[in-house]
């Protein structure tokens, strides 16, 4: 196992400054990047422990407060054990600020945060590997489509409303997309429906997007995450499994 050396850290954008986490192994050679992008709670210690875990594997990850706009992280105050339907109030605060990172907002920042990592040390020449979870798959994918030449490959878990029948529907960027992809969906998943799977799997291979998508059998929306009552162990580590397969392939 490789030690990790994490910190946080700023990355300046053009409407401010994301307060970040990076995570990298402690030998501190440049290593492929990864541009990990939050759920709704935000950047949080279990995002922490996520970064850490790829750090671990040989990667140097980025992890940016997609809601600095709304202030430092925690952006929400959070219990320790995040229960949504214990504490529908946190839905009341949380949704105003998603709503707010509108899609040209978010890819503004996305260029900020590629453009940082092209620039530290710790991250290797040349294009980065992306993971994102639940909204984080959105902007995964919307990032892909927006950035083909910086980004090598990006994953998607648990992610929602990425097939819809709006205008601005993130699977509608397959045209632009040159990484490879993978998407892991919840089937207990209701802003991820069957018809949303296979309209995002038809647009992909219509554009001749390498790419596979699996559906965890079981697993609820927002599966990947310990510090929720969403939490599957074993859907968890199934996308461990995934997503280091796509960064070894990618890298």
């Known amino acids: ?11 300046p954008t053009e409407d401010g400054v994301a307060d970040a986490y990076l995570a990298h192994p402690g030998d501190g050679l440049p290593r492929p990047g990864v541009l990990l992008y939050q759920d709704a709670f935000g950047l949080r210690p279990h995002l922490r422990s996520m970064a850490d875990r790829l750090a671990e594997a040989g990667y140097t990850v980025l992890v940016p407060n997609v809601f ?17 339907a214990a504490r ?33 040390p710790e991250v290797a020449d040349g294009p980065v ?9 959105r902007l995964a994918l919307r990032t892909a489509g927006a950035y083909p030449e910086r980004v090598a490959a990006a994953a998607g878990f648990h992610g929602g409303q990425l ?7 993130p699977h509608l960027v397959a045209e632009h997309v040159t990484a490879e ?33 699996e559906v965890y059998e079981g697993a609820h929306h927002g599966y990947t995450q310990a510090d929720t009552s969403a939490y599957d162990r074993a859907a968890a580590e199934r996308h461990w ?11």
């Open 1 to 11: 196992m490789t030690s990790v050396q994490a910190t946080d850290v700023d990355v």
């Open 163 to 169: 097939a819809t029948d709006a205008p601005d529907s």
């Open 88 to 120: 529908p109030e946190l839905w009341e605060k949380i949704v105003p600020v998603m709503q707010s990172l509108t899609p040209e907002l978010a890819m503004r920042d996305a260029g900020a945060y590629l453009r940082w990592m092209a620039q530290r």
């Open 181 to 213: 992809l993978y998407f892991g969906h919840a089937d207990a998943d209701q802003s991820m429906p069957p018809e949303q799977m296979e309209r995002l799997a038809g647009a992909l291979t219509a554009a001749g997007v390498r790419h596979r998508y």
């Open 68 to 84: 600095y706009r709304h202030g430092r992280s925690p952006v929400f105050e959070l219990p320790e054990f995040i229960d949504p």
């Open 129 to 137: 590997a992306l993971t994102g979870y639940c909204m984080g798959a």
């Open 241 to 251: 499994a995934a997503l280091l397969d796509l960064l070894k392939r990618t890298f």
